[in-house]
């Protein structure tokens, strides 16, 4: 337990600050007893099963130097939803685990915990728990762990994608990759919007039942669309074509390419986006995409899973810029 100094003098230690801070993100839940026992109880909906992810974001290596505590915090719990929602669960419960290089102040607390409280509200979620602690390092990392639940069952995988499988994308992708790339140059200008969407990604939840119903297998885009496609293809024994022509883009993004803003490969090697890739038998495809509009997402038909044999393959207008790079989308 460390002392922590609060802004108008008072001292708050680590109880004081799980107790004001901490307690509020429970939403008055039951199993988690104010924080008070050792861990939480978490009750699942009878004849489902539970699914955990975690996600851990690190300061310079996932938001930059002094980004805002609201950023910070909607960023690290939208991106476990978002592995929730590709999952096809539904979100619970979060564990919330701190590592503070500084001693936070009340200020910092209060907008941080305050927006995970607002989050808390608009995903129907509370916070089970977590563990708060000190670390001799210049950089803060929150980790986070997330619990849904699905039917027993019905989660969707990344292995279940089947040959002839069309690939869908719910939604258009790069403001994020944008938003970054303005950003680190200094020049956010007409593109705030996009800078937004890097900040504070929009996780699918609510799609649940969508993706049990009609999604083979599904990921969301954190690690950038070719990628994580890729993955899908690869965990299902399968090759893949995505045609880059069929995507659409954001106003923003379609500005941006125009001007040179941003390149075609940095958009779809880039990452963070958090929109979902399915894989959906032809049958269901249009069925399918009549439901994300639903949601009032602009989804797209985007490449196709074929025999393993045939690879991975990046066509359209501007494939060979991807196809050409030794890296690809690697990341490392
Ligand atoms: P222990 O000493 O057993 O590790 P702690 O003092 O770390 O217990 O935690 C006490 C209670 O406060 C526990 O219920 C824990 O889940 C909760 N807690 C600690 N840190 C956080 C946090 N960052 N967010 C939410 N709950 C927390
Ligand atoms: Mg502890």
Redesign the pocket.
Known sequence: ?GLFTMGMGIKMN??SM?ERY??P??MGQAG??G??????VVSIPSGHELVVSSDTLNERVHFMMGASPEHIARKALRVNLSDLASMGASPICY????AFPFKPDEEWLASFCGALLEDNQRYGVY??????TSIKADTLSISITVMGSVPRGQAVRRGGAKEGDVLILTNPIGDAALGLQVLLAGSEGDYVDSVERYFVPQPRVGMETILQKYAHAAADVSDGLIADSSHIAKASGLGMRIDLNALVFSKSVVSALGNGRIKPEEIVCGGDDYELILAVSAVNREILLYELKKHKLNPMVIGEFTDKALGINIIGDNAYRINDSTQGWQHF
């Open positions: 337990m680590e109880f799980i901490f307690v993100l429970t988690t007893a924080l008070q026992d050792d861990g939480a564990q919330l685990n701190i916070c089970s728990g977590g563990d708060t």
